[in-house]
């Protein structure tokens, strides 16, 4: 199999259904051998299996391509670590590591449990960092040695981590999260060979087919605009070598669309060179406002 991606090494979480998957299969299409890591849960994130990992690695192979299964829980630092070991040890090395394991329960903020609370930041954030801080090291280590690898990190965030979105606050709070620790490791991680960016997918998933409900039907024109095979060529390009001058993005995929997120940066400001009075403070913000772009609304709104 030969592609834009052949010979890279690459890891795909949560790659036993939904996006992850269809991650895997492209990766695979375009001549990356690929670690399919699943945990096997239900898109609550209950349960567990090797289920999904296996039937994906499968259909790799079944294509011509090499892949092997990993169930390790990607929250777990130690478990992350030897998923990292597995494909240099299987593969020879590691060149892409995509970050898409994750699931949702929407829940009203009044209504979201502390249990749910603390599930979705393990799940989606730590789940993001633990698998990039072993997959770094690993890169430090290769440029220290005079190895430098064209290295790839893609994670992924979403509309309701960058906009917000009604009844997924602990979700949006997680995605959040993901897109800083994006533009941070950016930032650190340069020096080793290694871009980190990050999506905004859109389609329809386990996760997402109640939002989504009103798409099911087959569209007239024969394009689905949700189906998740729509975002893969995006995390085939970013694995690629050719990707190599773009780093610290989040890059929003939906349907035939590609957007460039552009998130917080500094607008309108004054200085008056002394400490504020309380009273002063009102006038001077609302003023700051009327120069500032306004936000874009929370989804659900």
């Given at each position: 199999m030969t592609g834009i991606c052949q010979g890279r090494i690459a890891i795909v979480t ?117 698998p990039l801080r072993h997959a770094a090291a690993y890169w430090r280590d290769e440029a ?158």
């Amino acid at each position: 199999m030969t592609g834009i991606c052949q010979g890279r090494i690459a890891i795909v979480t949560g790659a036993g259904r939904g996006l992850g998957r269809e991650h895997a299969l492209e990766l695979a299409r375009q001549g990356a051998s690929v670690v399919v890591n699943d945990l096997g849960t239900s898109g609550a994130g209950e349960g567990a299996s090797s289920g999904p990992a296996e039937e994906v690695v499968e259909e790799i192979r079944a294509l011509g391509g090499e892949a092997v299964a990993n169930s390790s829980d990607i929250a777990d630092f130690e478990q992350a670590g030897q998923m990292v070991r597995q494909a240099i040890d299987t593969f020879g090395g590691l060149d892409v590591l995509v970050n898409n394991a994750g699931f949702l329960r929407d829940r009203m903020l009044v209504n979201a449990s502390e249990e749910e609370w603390d599930a979705f930041i393990r799940v989606h954030l730590k789940g993001h960092f633990a698998p990039l801080r072993h997959a770094a090291a690993y890169w430090r280590d290769e440029a220290k040695a005079g190895r430098t690898r064209q290295a790839r990190i893609i994670n992924t965030s979403s509309g309701a981590g960058l906009q917000g979105s009604i009844g997924q606050g602990t979700y949006s709070a997680a995605k959040a999260g993901i897109a800083g620790l994006t533009l941070v490791a950016a930032a650190e991680l340069g020096r080793y060979g290694v871009t980190v960016n990050a999506l905004a997918p859109a389609a329809r998933t386990r996760m997402t087919e109640a939002a989504f409900a009103d798409t099911m039907a087959a569209p007239e024109d024969g394009f689905d605009a949700m189906d998740p095979t729509n975002v893969a060529p995006l995390v085939a390009w970013l694995a690629s070598e050719d990707s190599g001058d773009v780093t610290g993005r989040v890059i929003e995929s939906e349907g035939g669309k590609l957007c460039v997120e552009e998130g917080w940066r500094h607008g309108p400001s004054v200085d008056i060179g002394r400490r504020w009075d309380p009273a002063d403070i009102g006038p001077a913000v609302r003023d700051l406002l009327k120069q500032a772009q306004d936000p874009e609304p929370v989804y659900g709104t």
